[in-house]
């Protein structure tokens, strides 16, 4: 296995909508065992394949803290949501050091692929509904900062750019 770089706000791609998985072959489990060593690395809660450079729709949830059950999703799909939003403090690996409020369903059921070509379906509910709904927006392109009222999403791309002109990005 290995550590793959996370991409940082700021790289292209993960502004590019990411391509479905025709079919779950060995380079698809590989990517995803990486990125479950990584997301267990940088201690985050969850991570799609666009953060470490690939646009294809695969992401893995890491909110067990024993790392024993980790949820990898091929071409996951939100089927349904409770209508109940709640705001919660949320994070990003490709937004090292920012933390805002953003309102996201309660609980969803999400469909997905696993690595044994199985379609399945779960219901989620609190961190492991908002993990899902957040890593599933990463592969529409769509990142976190792009529910904060603008005023707050702009400060937040200056201190980045700031950053990034420091060379600490
Ligand atoms: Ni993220």
Same mark, same amino acid.
Request: aromatic residues 8%; glycine residues 6%.
């Given at each position: 296995?290995? @550590?793959?770089?996370?991409?940082?706000?700021?790289?292209?791609?993960?502004?590019?909508?990411?391509?479905?998985?025709?079919?779950?072959?060995?380079?698809?489990?590989?990517?995803?065992?990486?990125?479950?060593?990584?997301?267990?690395?940088?201690?985050?809660?969850?991570?799609?394949?666009?953060?470490?450079?690939?646009?294809?729709?695969?992401?893995?949830?890491?909110?067990?803290?024993?790392?024993?059950?980790?949820?990898?999703?091929?071409?996951?799909?939100? @089927?349904?949501?409770?209508?109940?939003?709640?705001?919660?403090?949320?994070?990003?690996?490709?937004?090292?050091?920012?933390?805002?409020?953003?309102?996201?369903?309660?609980?969803?059921?999400?469909?997905?692929?696993?690595?044994?070509?199985?379609?399945?379906?779960?219901?989620?509910?609190?961190?492991?509904?908002?993990? @899902?709904?957040?890593?599933?927006?990463?592969?529409?392109?769509?990142?976190?900062?792009?529910?904060?009222?603008?005023?707050?999403?702009?400060?937040?791309?200056?201190?980045?750019?700031?950053?990034?002109?420091?060379?600490?990005?």
């Amino acid at each position: 296995m290995a @550590i793959l770089e996370i991409k940082k706000y700021g790289d292209l791609i993960l502004r590019k909508k990411s391509k479905v998985i025709l079919e779950v072959d060995d380079d698809v489990k590989r990517l995803a065992y990486n990125m479950l060593e990584t997301v267990y690395l940088a201690n985050g809660v969850g991570l799609a394949a666009p953060q470490i450079g690939v646009s294809v729709r695969l992401c893995v949830i890491a909110v067990d803290l024993d790392k024993k059950s980790p949820i990898i999703m091929i071409n996951p799909t939100i @089927i349904s949501s409770d209508g109940n939003k709640i705001s919660d403090k949320e994070g990003c690996l490709s937004f090292p050091g920012f933390y805002e409020n953003v309102k996201r369903y309660n609980g969803v059921v999400v469909r997905y692929t696993d690595l044994n070509s199985r379609e399945l379906e779960i219901k989620s509910q609190d961190l492991l509904s908002r993990a @899902i709904q957040h890593e599933v927006d990463h592969l529409d392109a769509k990142l976190f900062i792009d529910y904060l009222p603008e005023w707050k999403r702009r400060f937040v791309e200056k201190k980045v750019k700031r950053n990034r002109n420091t060379g600490k990005w």
